[in-house]
C-alpha cells in the first residue's frame, strides 16, 4: 500500500465539473493499492499517517499532528502509485491491486479515518478526477508499507 500525503491548505477533487470534496488545512492523501494489501496493513498505514507529525508549532518546528491542528483529509485512489516503469517507457501497472478489492480497501479506509478525523472527504474511485490542491510548504510524504 502507498499513500502520498501532501500538507495542503485548502484542496479539492471534482468529477465532471462536480466537487465531490473539499477541504481545508489538512492532508490530501493519494492511496495505491497491490493485491497483498490487508485490512491489517491499512490499519498501520492509517495509524502511521495520523501520527505524522509535520505540521508547525508556535516555533516553527514540524511537531504537530493533523489532530492537534484540527486537521481534515481529502483521500483519493490512485492505481497509478504502483506503475512499473522498468521496461520501456510505457508504464505497467500490473502491480496495482485488482478494481473490486481495491475499491473494497479504499472504502475501508475511508470508514477507519473517519473514525478518528472529524472531516473526511473522497474523490470517486475509478473516475477521471481533477484534484486540486495549496501544497503548503510544499510539504509531500510517501508511506509505503513495504518500508513500514
Same mark, same amino acid.
Given at each position: 500500500?502507498?499513500?502520498?500525503?501532501?500538507?495542503?491548505?485548502? *484542496?479539492?477533487?471534482? #468529477?465532471? $465539473? !462536480?466537487? &465531490?470534496?473539499?477541504?481545508?488545512?489538512?492532508?490530501?492523501?493519494?492511496?495505491?493499492?497491490?493485491?497483498?494489501?490487508?485490512?491489517?496493513?491499512?490499519?498501520?498505514?492509517?495509524?502511521?499517517?495520523?501520527?505524522?507529525?509535520?505540521?508547525?508549532?508556535?516555533?516553527?518546528?514540524?511537531?504537530? *499532528?493533523?489532530?492537534? #491542528?484540527? $486537521? !481534515?483529509? &481529502?483521500?483519493?485512489?490512485?492505481?497509478?502509485?504502483?506503475?512499473?516503469?522498468?521496461?520501456?517507457?510505457?508504464?505497467?501497472?500490473?502491480?496495482?491491486?485488482?478494481?473490486?478489492?481495491?475499491?473494497?480497501?479504499?472504502?475501508?479506509?475511508?470508514?477507519?479515518?473517519?473514525?478518528?478525523?472529524?472531516?473526511?472527504?473522497?474523490?470517486?474511485?475509478?473516475?477521471?478526477?481533477?484534484?486540486?490542491?495549496?501544497?503548503?510548504?510544499?510539504?509531500?510524504?510517501?508511506?509505503?508499507?513495504?518500508?513500514?
Amino acid at each position: 500500500m502507498r499513500f502520498v500525503i501532501q500538507r495542503v491548505s485548502e *484542496s479539492e477533487v471534482k #468529477v465532471d $465539473g !462536480e466537487t &465531490l470534496g473539499k477541504i481545508g488545512k489538512g492532508f490530501m492523501v493519494l492511496i495505491g493499492v497491490c493485491d497483498s494489501d490487508t485490512k491489517e496493513i491499512a490499519d498501520k498505514m492509517v495509524r502511521k499517517m495520523l501520527g505524522l507529525r509535520i505540521f508547525e508549532d508556535e516555533q516553527g518546528k514540524t511537531n504537530l *499532528s493533523l489532530s492537534s #491542528v484540527g $486537521g !481534515e483529509l &481529502l483521500l483519493i485512489s490512485q492505481f497509478t502509485l504502483y506503475a512499473n516503469c522498468r521496461k520501456g517507457n510505457r508504464p505497467s501497472f500490473i502491480e496495482a491491486g485488482a478494481p473490486d478489492m481495491a475499491s473494497d480497501m479504499y472504502e475501508y479506509i475511508i470508514g477507519k479515518c473517519k473514525e478518528q478525523v472529524p472531516v473526511v472527504e473522497k474523490g470517486r474511485f475509478g473516475a477521471d478526477m481533477k484534484v486540486g490542491l495549496v501544497n503548503d510548504g510544499p510539504f509531500t510524504v510517501i508511506l509505503d508499507s513495504d518500508d513500514l
